[in-house]
């Protein structure tokens, strides 16, 4: 925050919608920030977010199955069981990229796994890319609750972009748990779809309530930098060469997807997500650069 002054741009994660503080002092500074989040590409997907997506959701299993040890709290369960032993029940919240790429590894340990979506084409997809390998369940409190009162592992993966992920995983949910099982929330980034989530460090990852390990780390993928930088470089960089090239201006009005990138510009909000989660005015970016 001390560095940042008019005309800086920034061109980074924010996650700015369950951290108003560091919004405002964005404003204040009149800082071009733009959100690595939000970007869009051609086809409306979110290419800066995904990589990092799929490196968490990927690490959200086999933390899960760590914490699922006695030493660190957990059940003592194998993810994937042993003949005559049967293995654990994974219930993932999300059937995006983060849900998606979770549901892989879990399959691959040979885990019991359920996947919960609002989206019923989506989990058809789903239904179809794993084979049946997987149980496919639509969205409501009344599944949630049963799916994670049977849970060994829960991983949260809920993205609405720029907003704040919904509490979908209330206490009283939390506390019908298992005890002894984990909740991974790898939404924490935007404030978490856990009611008791609270956004922990490598450093001290971990907590517990009701019985319930809770691994809520706000940046998973910084615990293997060198995959995680190759990953993120392979898709910012032809957009940082856009900035530098044409100065981020020209680069806002030449592309929407560098456009939809844009959370704050010259003191205003100007992502309607972020605005709406923290009860601020927004502006269009292209009003305001006239």
Excluded at 274 to 283: D, F, R, Y
Aim: proline share 5%; aromatic share 6%.
């Amino acid at each position: 925050v001390g560095f940042f002054r008019e005309n800086l741009v920034l061109f980074t994660y924010l996650h700015l919608a369950p951290i108003p503080d560091l919004t405002d002092e964005l404003l204040k500074k009149k800082v071009t920030g733009i959100a690595y989040e939000t970007v869009t590409d051609k086809h409306g997907a979110l290419p800066l977010l995904t990589p990092m997506s799929e490196v968490a959701g990927r690490m959200s299993v086999q933390v899960g199955a760590t914490y699922l040890e006695k030493e660190k709290g957990g059940r003592g369960v194998l993810l994937g069981g042993v003949p005559g032993v049967a293995p654990a029940t994974v219930t993932i919240i999300g059937g995006g990229i983060v849900g998606t790429h979770a549901a892989k590894i879990a399959l691959g340990m040979g885990a019991n796994v359920t996947i919960i979506d609002l989206n019923l084409n989506r989990l058809r997809e789903l239904d179809d890319i794993f084979g049946g390998r997987l149980h496919t369940l639509a969205s409501n409190s009344y599944s949630i609750a049963r799916a994670t009162a049977e849970a060994d592992l829960v991983i949260g993966g809920v993205l609405i972009p720029g907003a704040s992920a919904p509490k979908l995983v209330t206490q009283q949910m939390v506390s019908k748990m298992k005890k002894g099982s984990v909740i991974v929330d790898v939404a924490i980034d935007q404030g978490g779809c856990v009611e008791t989530a609270r956004p922990t460090t490598h450093s001290n990852p971990s907590y517990v309530v009701d019985g319930v390990v809770h691994y809520c780390v706000t940046n998973m993928p910084g615990a293997v930098p060198h995959a995680s930088t190759l990953a993120l470089t392979n898709a910012t960089f032809p957009y940082v060469m856009k900035l530098a090239q044409h100065g981020a201006e020209a680069a806002i009005k030449a592309e929407s997807g560098i456009r939809a990138g844009v959370n704050t510009y010259q003191g205003n909000v100007t992502y309607a997500a972020v605005a709406q989660s923290q009860g601020k005015p927004w502006k269009d970016v292209m009003t305001l650069l006239g």
